[in-house]
């Protein structure tokens, strides 16, 4: 099977995220060996956003097109508490209703206000010739997941002394 251009730029856009993230989180990135379908581009097209469960049914996540076309993927979980987050399409931010972070969902989603201590996990997308969006992949574990916080925060301390 050959890819198309299409097809081949969001690989390639994914493999360059990988490679740009810092090694700590490039070890906790993964490729799962069942690709999630979780809709189409014509979908998101339309709507702007799909929502869905990823990387496991308790996990909410959602796929967004951003103003520059882009289409972007995170979890719902701030990595502060927990607590869903919600999405606003008009400034592009992600916004925690319990302690008021915000994400810049056009910026890998990067805290742009506290009190979370680091982005929402990013989620790899793919694209297949048809249309079909696929979850492959995520940059770091969800809040609640098996993974404790000290963990990650361990994790984060030793990449910062590198």
């Known amino acids: 099977?050959?890819?198309?251009?299409?097809?081949?730029?969001?690989?390639?856009?994914?493999?360059?995220?990988?490679a740009s993230l810092p090694p700590a989180a490039r070890a906790l990135s993964f490729e799962s060996k069942d690709k999630l379908k979780i809709g189409t581009k014509s979908q998101i097209d339309r709507f702007g956003i799909i929502s869905f469960s990823y990387?496991?049914?308790?996990?909410?996540?959602?796929?967004?097109k951003l103003h520059d076309g882009r289409i972007v993927a995170y979890s719902l979980l701030c990595t502060h508490m927990g607590c869903p987050v919600s999405y606003d399409?008009?400034?592009?931010?992600?916004?925690?209703?319990?302690?008021?972070?915000?994400?810049?969902?056009w910026n890998d989603a990067t805290v742009v206000q506290g009190p979370a201590p680091r982005p929402l996990p990013n989620i790899l997308l793919e694209e297949d010739q048809d249309g079909n969006i696929f979850a492959v992949g995520i940059s770091a574990p969800v809040f609640g997941s098996s993974t404790t916080i000290q963990q990650i925060d361990e994790i984060y301390a030793k990449?910062?002394?590198l």
Do not use: D, N
């Open 1 to 18: 099977m050959t890819l198309k251009r299409r097809e081949s730029l969001i690989v390639l856009g994914s493999t360059a995220f990988i």
């Open 55 to 64: 990387p496991g049914p308790t996990h909410p996540a959602q796929a967004v």
């Open 89 to 105: 399409a008009e400034t592009e931010r992600y916004v925690c209703p319990c302690h008021q972070s915000a994400y810049a969902a």
């Open 159 to 161: 990449e910062s002394k």
